[in-house]
């Protein structure tokens, strides 16, 4: 079923008023007539099985039938600390890390960081970042639309991350899976975790030592050495799945 999200203002009286692009994608693209059933979200957890109603000039008038149980997102708020990448990789990366259950994504600029992007230039980047992040919810059947941050410097991502309960920065010159595993297992569904991902060329010694002393956990994902548009993935994957798992486990207890 197809899934919209909805400003909180627009949701009145048991109706959803929508308007915006996605008032066209429905009545044009998607050529939906009155009587067929959509998903609706308030982008704050909130999602609705609706009806539409009506069109009206710019505007979908959907009844909502009832509210639906929001099971879509993940039990702790996971932070993707992405290094600029090349190219149009980081689009990629939004939209997968979105569909993954990140609950935020900020870019920001490493040593090796090929890509400088100045504040309109970035402004512009974060715009379409967020756009894509809003397509990829939609898909995923988000209950939220992740945040995409403006770029920013490694310090000052560190600075964010100093806020999270767990900070990871797999790097490829870390060895012992044991205690990669150790410190996985040992994170719980409801702490907030940050993941740091490299460039392309990955992080320089000293940016993986700043890190750690600011209380990151440096990791291995493996003994192969990781794109930096898979090294977050791969990440988030194995997160999801130990999170849910986790939840699910205790939810049976």
Not at 105 to 117: D, E, N
């Amino acid at each position: 079923m197809q899934q919209f999200f909805a400003e909180p203002s627009w949701i009145r009286e048991n109706k959803i008023y929508m308007q915006g692009a996605d008032v066209n994608h429905i009545k044009n693209v998607l050529r939906m007539k009155p009587g067929e059933d959509v998903r609706v979200s308030d982008g704050r957890g909130k999602t609705y099985l609706c009806c539409i109603h009506s069109y009206e000039e710019q505007t979908a008038v959907l009844d909502i039938l009832k509210e639906l149980a929001s099971d879509t997102e993940l039990p702790s708020r996971i932070v993707l600390f992405q290094g600029l990448p090349k190219g149009d990789k980081m689009e990629w990366i939004v939209q997968k890390a979105v569909e993954l259950g990140a609950y935020r994504i900020v870019p920001f600029a490493a040593k090796r960081s090929v890509v400088r992007l100045d504040e309109k230039k970035a402004a512009k980047k974060q715009a379409r970042w967020q756009l894509i992040a809003r397509g990829a919810a939609e898909q995923s059947g988000r209950g939220i639309i992740p945040e995409v941050g403006a770029a920013c410097s490694f310090a000052e991502a560190l600075r964010m991350a100093g806020e999270l309960d767990v900070v990871l920065i797999p790097y490829e010159l870390e060895e012992g899976m044991k205690e990669t595993a150790r410190i996985l297992e040992g994170i719980a569904p409801g702490q907030s975790v940050g993941i740091f991902i490299g460039p392309e060329g990955g992080f320089e010694e000293e940016e993986v030592e700043q890190a750690k002393r600011a209380g990151a956990h440096a990791v291995t994902l493996g003994k192969r050495i990781l794109r930096t548009e898979t090294a977050g993935l791969t990440a988030l994957s194995i997160l999801m799945y130990h999170l849910e798992s986790r939840a699910a486990g205790a939810s049976e207890c």
